[in-house]
């Protein structure tokens, strides 16, 4: 999912800075945007982290950076990824269900457990009461919380961005 990117116009910032080399003023416009677009990946993860209540490195692994170069200006901010599984919210088992702290709240959800998925990893799933396999077991669903990318625009973290951007990146340039 493609979330944000930070940009700058070169012949602008040539004509700011009249009589350097092109050059130069190339290096130091993807310079300050390289720095910029660091913050902004820090600052997304911070915020993100606050309104989800997941762990800080779990977040970081789906936000992605693609730095400036000279023949493209612009750093991109990705946050890939789907929903969470509720284990990554910190779940346990406790009588009836199970507790988690998706969204930051402790809480409890009926029903549900967990179990080693596919690939080796806990996950969290409940059974779908009435609905069989071919082998006559209940079939299970998993459980989610909160998602990264949705989150990113429900918290109005691209707003605090842009903001951040304005402020910021004409201070880095000088």
Do not use: C
């Amino acid at each position: 999912m493609f979330v944000q990117s930070v940009k700058s116009n070169i012949d602008q910032v040539v004509r700011e800075f009249k009589g350097m080399d092109k050059k130069i003023v190339n290096k130091a416009v993807v310079t300050a945007l390289n720095k910029m677009g660091k913050e902004l990946k820090t600052l997304a993860k911070k915020e993100i982290v606050s309104s989800t209540g997941l762990k800080a490195g779990t977040v970081a692994q789906r936000i992605t950076m693609k730095k400036a170069t000279w023949n493209r200006p612009a750093v991109v901010i990705n946050i890939k990824g789907r929903h969470f599984n509720l284990i990554e919210s910190g779940a346990r088992e406790v009588k009836g269900g199970i507790s988690h702290k998706a969204w930051g709240q402790r809480t409890k959800t009926r029903g549900g457990f967990i179990m080693d998925g596919a690939n080796g990893n806990r996950i969290v799933v409940k059974r779908l009461r009435g609905q069989k396999t071919s082998t006559g077991k209940d079939k299970l669903k998993g459980m989610y919380g909160a998602s990264a990318s949705v989150e990113y625009f429900r918290g109005g973290v691209d707003e605090t961005l842009k903001a951040r951007v304005a402020h910021k990146f004409p201070k880095l340039l000088r």
